[in-house]
C-alpha cells in the first residue's frame, strides 16, 4: 500500500522557537496533503489542505501565519509552527492522497512538546 | 458530510470476531462509508469503504444495510494488535475527512 512518511517523530522545542514538519509520500503522487493536529485522548481534526503548487486551505479557527504550509512539490508536504508556545504542543499527523482517489494514506505523526 | 454515530468503547475477546456497529442515518446516496483505524500514537490506517455493496479485503468485511442507514466493521479473528481506536467516516467525493470518537476496541486475551 501507499507509504506516507514524516520527519520528525518527536520533537521538542523552547517557547518562541519554530518548528518544521515535514511530510513526504513516498511511493506515490500526492496531488493533495492534508494536516491534522490531535491533542491527547481527542480526536484528529483538520488543521489544513494543501494542493502541490497551490496555497494552502486552512480550516475555521487555524491561524495561517502560524502555522505555515508548502507543498512544493507531489511528493513533500511541510508544515512549520512558528513561534511555538506550550499550547501548541500537539501529535500532528499528515495524510496524501492522489486524487480522483479519495482514499487518504497518513503518516505516522509527529509529537511536538513546546517547553 | 453525514454525521456518523458509534459506541465509545468495545470489549473483544482475542480469536473472536469483532463487529463494530456504526450509523449514518443522514447519509445521501452519492456518499461513502469508510472506516480507518488508529492504533495509540500511530497515524490513522485506512481500513475499508463501501457505498452500498458489502466489500472485504484482507483486513475487514464491511456491511452496508440496505437503506444505507447503518453499517458494520467485522475483524473476523480479532487479535490483541487489533486494539484501536476504530473511526467510521462518512464522505462525499472531494470533501474532506471528519473524524468524530470513533470505537475504542479492546482485544482482550
Known amino acids: 500500500g501507499a507509504v506516507v512518511s514524516q520527519h520528525p517523530s518527536r520533537v521538542i522545542c523552547k517557547s518562541g522557537t519554530s518548528v518544521k514538519i515535514e511530510c513526504r509520500s513516498l511511493?506515490?503522487?500526492?496531488?493533495?496533503m492534508f494536516w491534522y493536529r490531535q491533542f491527547p485522548k481527542k480526536s484528529l481534526m483538520l488543521m489544513a489542505t494543501s494542493n502541490e503548487g497551490s496555497k494552502a486551505t486552512y480550516e475555521q479557527g487555524v491561524e495561517k501565519d502560524k502555522f505555515l504550509i508548502n507543498h512544493a512539490s507531489l511528493t513533500l508536504s511541510t508544515l512549520t509552527v512558528t513561534s511555538a508556545h506550550p499550547e501548541d504542543s500537539s501529535f500532528y499527523i499528515c495524510s496524501a492522497s492522489d486524487s480522483p482517489n479519495y482514499e487518504q494514506y497518513f503518516g505516522p505523526g509527529t509529537r511536538l512538546t513546546v517547553t | 458530510d453525514a454525521k456518523t454515530t458509534q459506541p465509545p468503547s468495545m470489549d473483544c475477546a482475542e480469536g473472536r470476531a469483532a463487529n463494530l456497529p456504526c450509523n449514518h442515518s443522514?447519509?445521501?446516496?452519492?456518499?461513502?462509508v469508510y472506516w480507518y483505524r488508529q492504533i495509540h500514537s500511530q497515524g490513522p490506517q485506512y481500513i475499508i469503504h463501501g457505498l452500498k455493496n458489502n466489500e472485504t479485503n484482507e483486513m475487514a468485511s464491511l456491511i452496508i444495510t440496505e437503506d444505507r442507514k447503518s453499517s458494520t466493521l467485522i475483524l473476523p479473528h480479532a487479535t490483541l494488535r487489533d486494539t484501536a481506536v476504530y473511526y467510521c467516516?462518512?464522505?462525499?467525493?472531494?470533501?474532506?475527512?471528519?473524524f468524530g470518537g470513533g470505537t475504542r476496541l479492546m482485544v482482550k486475551p
Open positions: 511511493d506515490f503522487q500526492a496531488t493533495t
Open positions: 467516516i462518512v464522505l462525499n467525493a472531494g470533501n474532506m475527512l471528519t
Open positions: 443522514t447519509i445521501s446516496g452519492n456518499e461513502y
